[in-house]
């Protein structure tokens, strides 16, 4: 029963998800100040050390051992029964560690996503412990509802090719809470930072691009043409999403601009992400050129009213083109793309948008209340934010003892 084809793919892609995270810590670390670049590269790269030792110890079984429960239990502890040969509730044609792995690179990268909130203000220590529980008690559970076996919200129907409610929702909500909780950095109505290297951010949006076909095409779980699909698709969503936002600055703003194209770019391959087995092209120009609309009225126009400080917008990319790519799967998604799905909308079958919009207010609703606990808990205990002197002298200094650049200008 195994392929060896599908298993080279599966594997392949579960090496282009782990890029995405050393990737977004370029993304996310031209957005910040010289003075906390490191402390944004240590902090991703230790979520890929703490979350893989942690994904097959437990979380692998939370998310996805066979259950009729809130999480999918210990019977896979420690990778426990779970071996070479396929488990076919999953992937009929590839080793059942295959897949494992390739799921586990999904829960590295999530709460990495957080990250973008709370930069340049939050104690290394608290950042390891709120991650570690929100990974226990947020991701793992709301994984087993959408993808595991038993999983209510799969039962129910809704569809999520590769993470929209999993992964971008699911973190970009958490954002939301922990930058309205941990409050704004100082002095900046004063001194409002702009991007210490743009170069950064590029090469980071070219890896998260590159790591973002693992991200869908891999979710097919062979090498076929459901793969080909979300491949395709996936690539024209994310250039339809970069030309948008593009247009729109020059529209607004007289000028586009480079950092624009890149959150466009990144907002495209967001939306398209839960889509990607379910529609065509054309849906996907479409996901893609609306998401930047909507990504840049949350990111330019509604945060600046609201006044919270989402340092590097994870919840106005993440949460609002993973909501509109969720809801566009309910609208777009059509058996003639993958017989296993369904049909939405615009294909005659109303109650798949129903359904969609459930799993996007469930997501919401869970990971929001969750999130501002396991926050409290950790701030009660250790506290979560570092002090003012710190935050002025920056966190690399503070946290790690060590400068991202030796050189200053």
């Known amino acids: 029963m195994i392929n060896t084809g599908d298993t080279a793919w599966v594997l392949m892609s579960s090496a282009l998800v782990l890029l995405m995270t050393p990737g977004l810590a370029f993304f996310y670390g031209g957005m910040v100040r010289r003075k906390n670049m490191l402390s944004i590269l240590m902090q991703c790269f230790i979520i890929m050390c703490v979350l893989s030792v942690h994904w097959v110890l437990l979380g692998y079984s939370l998310s996805f051992a066979p259950s009729n429960g809130f999480w999918g239990g210990l019977r896979w ?68 509802w959408v993808w595991g076996s038993g999983g209510w919200l799969r039962t129910m129907g809704a569809l999520d090719f590769a993470g929209g409610t999993v992964v971008h929702i699911n973190a970009g ?25 743009l170069p950064f951010i590029v090469l980071g949006t070219g890896l998260l691009w590159f790591g973002w076909f693992g991200f869908n095409a891999g979710s097919a779980l062979a090498a076929n043409g459901l793969a080909v699909n979300a491949f395709v698709v996936t690539n024209t969503a994310a250039a339809a999403a970069g030309l948008s936002w593009a247009l729109i600055e020059w529209f607004h703003n007289g000028k586009p601009t480079m950092f ?41 126009i509604i945060k600046p009213k609201l006044g919270y400080d989402d340092s590097l917008d994870a919840f106005g990319v993440h949460c609002v083109g993973g909501i509109w790519g969720a809801l566009a799967t309910g609208l777009f998604a059509s058996k003639a793309v993958n017989a296993a799905g ?51 002298m920056g966190l690399d200094l503070t946290q790690h003892h060590e400068r991202a650049y030796t050189v200053l200008e």
Not at 78 to 95: H, K, M, Q, S, W
Not at 347 to 376: D, E, H, M, R, W
């Open 260 to 300: 624009g194209v890149a959150s466009g770019a990144v907002a495209g391959l967001v939306a398209i992400t839960p889509a990607a087995g379910f529609v065509s092209v054309v849906p996907a120009v479409i996901i893609g050129l609306l998401v930047s609309v909507f990504c840049f009225i949350a990111v330019s």
């Open 77 to 144: 502890l420690g990778l426990r029964g779970v071996g070479f040969e396929p488990y076919t509730d999953y992937a009929a044609t590839i080793p059942h560690q295959a897949f494992m792995i390739f799921q586990g690179m999904f829960a590295v990268i999530t709460p990495a996503l957080i990250i973008g909130a709370f930069a340049e203000r939050m104690k290394f220590s608290a950042f390891l412990i709120f991650t570690l529980l929100w990974a226990t008690f947020v991701y793992d559970p709301l994984c087993h």
């Open 173 to 197: 909500i958490a954002a939301l809470v922990t930058a309205l909780v941990i409050g704004r950095r100082k002095n900046l109505d004063h001194n409002a930072p702009a991007p210490h290297n």
């Open 342 to 392: 369904a049909d939405g909308l615009f294909f005659g079958n109303p109650k798949q948008f129903l359904i969609q919009l459930i799993a996007v207010l469930v997501t919401i609703g869970f990971t929001s209340v969750v999130t501002f606990i396991i926050y409290k808990v950790v701030d009660i205990f250790i506290g979560v934010r570092v002090n003012e002197k710190e935050e002025m």
